[in-house]
């Protein structure tokens, strides 16, 4: 049977390219030997699922357990309705094990008969009873639960626990995004457990992680095997660079190729595929990127997204919201130290998803700064935008909440027009670096641009600007480009008046066009 890549839902071996789906989760076969309780959290789409679906069959295969992955998703609109919620996942959890184990372990018909409140206690106690074996559950997406119901589910683990191994199960694992302190207890989820209570009996959280560089390789040889398709080493190091492994990422990249980009088998991959397929999925906003790029809602989210858009400190932010977007997979903390976006494909989706407002807000320009052969004039470019920040800049300065980077989001609106004739606007940016980095690349054009804001208790960054931006053009490999000095200052002059340019040579000899604005 042909197999292919998936993204949606769990992965089976049977259909889809997959690497063996525990080995990004160790010490479970400890955890669960020694009959502990845990968590296990992860961002969506890296695999929880599939993991455990195939640890609880291989727990079940070997004669020594009871295994099954259970979910409470379709508890999660009774959050203040315990009472149904039970009845509706005992429901939801006999009918999934009669897919997955045989007759003789599965929970016995009648066994949800406790009184409202303790029947998912109840209902384990009879299941390991009737089972010859200990009992082993996986609990799926637990943080979908809010409220009352999250509150009396984990409290009912937590009361039975002490009956384990012969009258309740043996090992309990917890799957959801987040850890167990951050699962949502007040209405509209504005408030957190901020603690492990009330299941202070787990015993480890553990987390997923991401495909190395080797995995990549080794998931994209399976179609390789299968098709006789080739990859070129450069294609699956560029796999990995964008992604930094993400599952999802990796599948849904190698899924574009082969299904949309190169259909025939005898076409090797190559990096320009690879890149090809990494604008489409941008563009097209999967449903995996847009649900990232819906978080920048949230207040606590965008506490530390909009400082690193803008290369500032982060300032004081609990420790907890910084564990939160970690969680989330929307970041992650650089070895070298300091928070940064998780991979450079979600870099790209979390400005183009700030951007979008302001690009529904931009008038029609006519590009003139296309030359009659189609290439990009960047003298008239400058004009176009000058002319263009002078007549609409200030009333698309609050098409955004995020204030800070507002000059950012309506410059990148801007040369997002640009490319969408055929280029491409890459971006840079991190924590306390005090700027944003753009690269505009058009045919035979790379135009390197910088970003910086005068702000109040600073002194003037052109001069710092400079120099960063003598450090960018030499990596992007760009002989020219602009420094956009926005003030942002509470004395700045009016807003027209502060509108400047002048050229400058670095030391390294490379033209800049220092831009007030």
Not at 68 to 96: K, R, Y
Not at 438 to 448: A, D, F, I, M, S
Request: with cysteine; proline share 5%.
């Amino acid at each position: 049977m042909a197999r292919w890549f998936n993204i949606s839902g769990p992965c089976n071996p049977n259909k889809h390219y997959m690497l063996p789906a525990t080995t990004r989760l160790p010490n479970l076969a400890r955890l669960i030997e020694q009959e502990s309780y845990f968590v296990i959290h992860a961002p969506r789409q890296t695999g929880k699922t599939t993991a455990m679906l195939a640890l609880a069959k291989q727990l079940t295969q070997s004669g020594r357990y009871t295994a099954a992955l259970v979910s409470v998703e379709l508890g999660a609109p009774f959050s203040h309705d315990p009472a149904m919620a039970e009845i509706t996942i005992l429901d939801s959890w006999q009918a999934s094990t009669k897919f997955d184990l045989p007759d003789d372990l599965r929970p016995p018909s009648s066994w949800g008969t406790a009184q409202p409140g303790r029947r998912i206690q109840g209902a384990l106690q009879a299941w390991a009873q009737a089972s010859s074996r200990p009992l082993v559950l996986f609990i799926d997406e637990i943080d979908s639960l809010t409220d009352d119901t999250l509150i009396t589910i984990l409290r009912q683990l937590r009361d039975g626990f002490r009956g384990r191994p012969t009258n309740f199960p043996v090992s309990v694992g917890l799957i959801g995004l987040r850890d167990v302190q951050d699962y949502k207890v007040a209405s509209g989820g504005s408030e957190r457990l901020n603690t492990a209570s009330p299941f202070n009996i787990k015993d480890r959280s553990l987390t997923m992680r991401d495909f190395n560089e080797d995995e990549v390789g080794q998931l994209y040889q399976q179609h390789t095997s299968d098709k006789g398709q080739a990859f070129t080493d450069e294609a699956v190091q560029m796999a990995y660079n964008l992604t930094l492994g993400q599952p999802w990422l990796v599948n849904a990249l190698a899924k574009e190729i082969v299904e949309e980009l190169a259909t025939d088998t005898s076409v090797t991959i190559t990096v320009e595929h690879i890149n090809k397929a990494k604008e489409i999925l941008i563009s097209r906003k999967d449903t995996h990127l847009d649900s990232l790029a819906k978080i920048l809602t949230e207040t606590r989210v965008k506490a530390i997204i909009e400082p690193m858009l803008a290369g500032l400190e982060l300032g004081n932010v609990p420790i907890d919201d910084i564990q939160f977007v970690i969680d989330l997979g929307l970041c992650k903390m650089n070895p070298q130290g300091g928070l940064v976006i998780a991979n450079p494909i979600y870099r790209e989706v979390l400005p183009r998803e700030l951007i979008g407002t302001a690009m529904a807000s931009l008038p029609t320009i006519a590009p003139t700064w296309l030359t009659s052969d189609g290439e990009l004039d960047v003298d008239i470019l400058l004009e176009a935008f000058i002319d263009f920040w002078r007549q609409h800049g200030e009333p698309l300065l609050g098409t955004t909440s995020y204030h800070e980077i507002a000059p950012h989001i309506v410059l990148m609106s801007f040369l997002h027009r640009v490319v969408n004739g055929g280029g491409t606007l890459e971006r840079e940016y991190a924590i306390g670096s005090g700027r944003m980095d753009l690269c505009l690349k058009y045919k035979k054009v790379t135009l390197g641009i910088e970003i910086k804001v005068w702000r109040d208790k600073v002194k003037d960054p052109e001069e710092q600007g400079l120099k960063q931006l003598e450090a960018y053009l030499e990596r992007v490999k760009a002989d020219y480009g602009w420094l956009f000095v926005f003030d942002r200052r509470k004395n700045a002059p009016a807003f027209l008046d502060r509108l400047k340019t002048k050229t400058v040579t670095t030391k390294k000899g490379r033209s800049v066009v220092v831009i007030r604005a």
